[in-house]
């Protein structure tokens, strides 16, 4: 096959913080070092000090408002890619409808193969009461374009409402487990002030209100409360850069603590370069991840906890997930269970073999999103959306 020119659109990039920017930078370097040639069309905050490529990066994007139509219109007519693959996410995108729109203009329909990847189908916001408008804006992206990938079996199962040739491609982990050469978890440790014996938590990504960040902090303070010496390490960073309700709900996660006086037992490491995150991630003792709506592969904090071999403490998920089995591959709790939840750490930490069962059960289930794989698998969708489009 021959080789393809793919241009990504985002509405983040690195340097900006999120894990759409992460996940588009990986995959765009994974699929050039498989021969193809990629670049992404960004925001314009991503050009502040932007990263080495591949891939070819244009920060050209101020708003993403309906000027957005223009320029990428005119990104594709200078660079004249066989593929405009929109990464969506709607915060990404500023709650703005109009990269929902793009494709669907009757009076200007794109030449190149055009494809989507919902990295969650949360709504866009139009106006107060517009429910149902909203509806139809995120589904007439799906309709619209040529091929829908969803990352995660809850999005396909929606998804295929819409379409029924969704292609699920799963995400891979962000961060891979290569701490720094000289790491020394116990002196990692120590140097957050914990004692020998101290056990330590891990909570890895931004807080927003889905993630059960008050729900974390209530676990820690039943620890406490029960005599333990524990502590709770917040990997990375706290808000990320599009979603301003992170700030509002980041303020009650912190009201909180205070409140319950463990400011001395939460620890935040705030934005590290990815071995840095690699070493905090395998200083800790258990990783929990209190999601409200459920596990799901589509969060790169959960990601990145299999592939550091973690033993993961986290909530039922929505649907059937037959490879997350209670007691092998994670500890499960009912979301916003704190008793539960609680249960589940405490019994981790006081049983050595299930802590080592849980944390190989997750490094083998990890294993599964090799972003090689991933890159194929895209490339794959590719080419069978170019082969059933020439076919009509």
Known sequence: ??????????????????????????????????GQEVAVLTSAAAGVAPVAGPP??????????????????ERIASWRPDVVHIQYQTAAFGMHPAVNLWAWRPWRRPTPLTAVTFHDLKLPYLFPKAQP????????????????????????????VWRPDVVEIPIGSNITAAPPPAFD????????????????????????ASKGGEVLVEVLARLVAAGRDIHLLMVGGRTGASDPTNVAYLERVEA?????????????????????VSAALLATDVCLLPYRDGASYRRGSFMAALAHGLPIVTT???????????????????????????????????????????????????????WEDIAAATLRAYHDALVRRRSL
């Open 1 to 34: 096959m021959d080789p393809l020119r793919i241009l990504f659109v985002t509405g983040e990039y690195p340097p900006m913080e999120g894990g759409v920017a992460d996940y588009t930078c990986i995959l765009g370097r994974t699929l050039a070092a498989m």
């Open 185 to 208: 978890r116990s002196r990692r440790r120590a140097e957050l002030g914990l004692a020998a014996d101290a056990a330590l938590i891990g909570y890895f990504g931004f807080l927003n």
């Open 133 to 160: 408008l909203r509806r139809w804006v995120t589904s007439t992206l799906a309709h619209c374009v040529d091929l829908v990938i969803t990352t995660n079996p809850e999005d396909t199962a929606q998804a295929r």
């Open 256 to 276: 909180r603590i205070a409140a319950l006086g463990l400011a001395e037992r939460v620890h935040w490491t705030g934005h590290l370069p990815a071995e840095e």
């Open 56 to 73: 070819t990066v244009f920060a050209r994007v101020s708003r993403w408002d309906w000027g957005m139509w223009r320029a990428l219109d």
């Open 316 to 370: 039922t998920p929505a649907v059937p997930y037959p490879d997350l089995v209670d007691g092998e591959t994670v500890l499960l709790a009912q979301p916003d269970d704190v008793a539960g939840l609680t249960a589940a750490v405490a019994r981790v930490l006081d049983d050595p073999a299930l802590r080592v069962r849980l944390g190989q059960g997750a490094a083998r289930l990890a294993q599964r999103f090799r």
